[in-house]
T-cell receptor, first 115, second 111 residues
Framework: GAGVSQSPSNKVTEKGKDVELRCDPISGHTALYWYRQSLGQGLEFLIYFQGNSAPDKSGLPSDRFSAERTGGSVSTLTIQRTQQEDSAVYLC?????????????FGPGTRLLVL | QKEVEQNSGPLSVPEGAIASLNCTYSDRGSQSFFWYRQYSGKSPELIMFIYSNGDKEDGRFTAQLNKASQYVSLLIRDSQPSDSATYLCAVKEGGSEKLVFGKGTKLTVNP
């Protein structure tokens, strides 16, 4: 079946603009995760959804970052008033459900460059 | 701050050799452990997961977990040039759904 898909694959924006990144999880997967990978940094957790609820938003770096999920499927990560330090690859992952034994499968990522 | 540590490498091995990748973690409550492979410019791809102490084998890959030492490793037997990638160790902490990643070990397999 289809894997996790993300769009756009690349995004170039100017400092101060808002951007929206989209994630389509694997069909039937109820848990969805956003991570960020910056140059020279490891993968950093941003937010986790179970269904449409976000029980863990602890990784969102500032209030400029928000995310929502509708219909238990598609999720959108929004970054307002982008800064140059927001430049990174934003990765979405999904798992069948939540729990310590569940594995997360990653999408191809969105490469964001803030000029 | 809960951490996952990996030797950043680069680790270079000849084709056909065994590559050994190591990872330590700080949270004793961690319950599940994952190895992802990431080719340059690509997203992480799951290689192995392990939950119980001991060894778990899958083809040329063996994951080893020692919870007492807070240590997890990945062995790649008969290494191939196509195994050249960055290997990410990830830990899921008890009571949390998020994965905490190490910064990865870059492996090069020389023909």
């Amino acid at each position: 079946g289809a894997g996790v898909s993300q769009s756009p694959s690349n995004k170039v924006t100017e400092k101060g603009k808002d951007v929206e990144l989209r994630c389509d999880p694997i069909s039937g997967h109820t848990a969805l995760y956003w991570y960020r990978q910056s140059l020279g940094q490891g993968l950093e957790f941003l937010i986790y959804f179970q269904g449409n609820s976000a029980p863990d938003k602890s990784g969102l770096p500032s209030d400029r970052f928000s995310a929502e999920r509708t219909g238990g499927s598609v999720s959108t990560l929004t970054i307002q008033r982008t800064q140059q330090e927001d430049s990174a690859v934003y990765l979405c992952a999904s798992s069948l459900t939540s729990g310590s034994l569940e594995t997360q499968y990653f999408g191809p990522g969105t490469r964001l460059l803030v000029l | 701050q809960k951490e996952v540590e990996q030797n950043s490498g680069p680790l270079s091995v000849p084709e056909g050799a065994i590559a050994s990748l190591n990872c330590t973690y700080s949270d004793r409550g961690s319950q599940s452990f994952f190895w992802y492979r990431q080719y340059s410019g690509k997203s992480p791809e799951l290689i192995m997961f392990i939950y119980s102490n001991g060894d778990k084998e899958d083809g040329r890959f063996t994951a080893q977990l020692n919870k007492a030492s807070q240590y997890v490793s990945l062995l790649i037997r008969d290494s191939q040039p196509s195994d050249s990638a960055t290997y990410l160790c990830a830990v899921k902490e008890g009571g949390s759904e998020k994965l905490v990643f190490g910064k990865g070990t870059k492996l090069t397999v020389n023909p």
